[in-house]
C-alpha cells in the first residue's frame, strides 16, 4: 500500500531563513514520482516541485528544492531565503506509475514565516 | 491555458437534502480527480477517472456518493443524502496522461451541511 508521512504539523521559520520540511513515503512501486505542493488560506493547491524516481539530480524550481534520498524513502522540501508569503499548508504527495497513477496525499505542514 | 473550473464555489444544505458539484478540467487532460479535505487534513481521493472510466473509486462511500465523467470531459460529483460529516471542501483537479502528470487544482466547492 502506498503512504505518504508528514510528521511537522507545524513550523516556524524566520524571514530570509530556510527551512526543511519533512516528507516519507511508502511504496511498493518500483516507479513513482513525489510531488510537493502549497495551500494558502485562500484554499487553492498549487503544485510546487516534482521528483521522479529514477531521477538521479534533486529537483529544483527557483527557492525550493527536493532533497530525495531513495534509499530512506525520503523527499524533504526545502524553501530557502523564506518569504512572508511562503505562510500555507504544505503538502507531500505520491504517484505510483504501476498503481494506476493513484495520487496519496499526507497530511500536510503548516508553516509560519515570522518576520 | 485556462485552469480547471468548479462550481458553485460554496454550498450551504441541510442534512439529507442533496448536492451536485461540477468540474471542467484543463483542455486536453485525460485524468480527473475528486478530492475531499476536511478542515485541518490532507485531500482524500474520492474518485479518479482517465478519460470516462474510473480508474480508483476504493474510498467512494458509494452509498450516497456518485460520480460521472461523461464523453471524457466535464464531471460532476454528488452526495444524496448528505450528512453532517459531509462537510468540506470538494476539490476537482486534473493532469495529462503523459510526462509528470502534476495535477492542477480547481478552488474548490466549500460544502456546509447543517
Known amino acids: 500500500a502506498q503512504k505518504i508521512t508528514q510528521t511537522q504539523p507545524g513550523m516556524f521559520v524566520q524571514e530570509k531563513e530556510a527551512v526543511t520540511l519533512d516528507c516519507t513515503y511508502d511504496?511498493?512501486?518500483?516507479?513513482?514520482?513525489l510531488f510537493w505542493y502549497k495551500q494558502p488560506s485562500s484554499g487553492e493547491m498549487i503544485f510546487l516541485i516534482y521528483q521522479g524516481s529514477y531521477d538521479e539530480q534533486n529537483a529544483t524550481e527557483g527557492r525550493y528544492s527536493l532533497n530525495f534520498q531513495k534509499a530512506r524513502k525520503s523527499a524533504n522540501l526545502v524553501i530557502s531565503a523564506s518569504q512572508l508569503g511562503d505562510s500555507a499548508m504544505y503538502f507531500c504527495a505520491m504517484r505510483g506509475l504501476n498503481t494506476g497513477n493513484q495520487f496519496y496525499f499526507g497530511t500536510g505542514t503548516s508553516l509560519t514565516v515570522i518576520p | 491555458e485556462a485552469g480547471v473550473a468548479q462550481s458553485p464555489r460554496y454550498k450551504i444544505i441541510e442534512k439529507r437534502q442533496s448536492v451536485a458539484f461540477w468540474c471542467n478540467p484543463i483542455?486536453?487532460?485525460?485524468?480527473l480527480y475528486w478530492y475531499q479535505q476536511i478542515l485541518g487534513q490532507g485531500p482524500k481521493l474520492l474518485i479518479q477517472f482517465q478519460n470516462n472510466g474510473v480508474v480508483d473509486d476504493s474510498q467512494l462511500p458509494k452509498d450516497r456518493f456518485s460520480a460521472e465523467r461523461l464523453k471524457g470531459v466535464d464531471s460532476t460529483l454528488k452526495i444524496q443524502p448528505a450528512k453532517l460529516e459531509d462537510s468540506a471542501v470538494y476539490l476537482c483537479?486534473?493532469?495529462?496522461?503523459?510526462?509528470?502528470?502534476?495535477?492542477?487544482f480547481g478552488p474548490g466547492t466549500r460544502l456546509t451541511v447543517l
Open positions: 483542455s486536453g487532460h485525460a485524468t
Open positions: 511504496t511498493s512501486d518500483q516507479s513513482y514520482g
Open positions: 483537479a486534473s493532469s495529462r496522461l503523459q510526462g509528470r502528470n502534476e495535477q492542477f
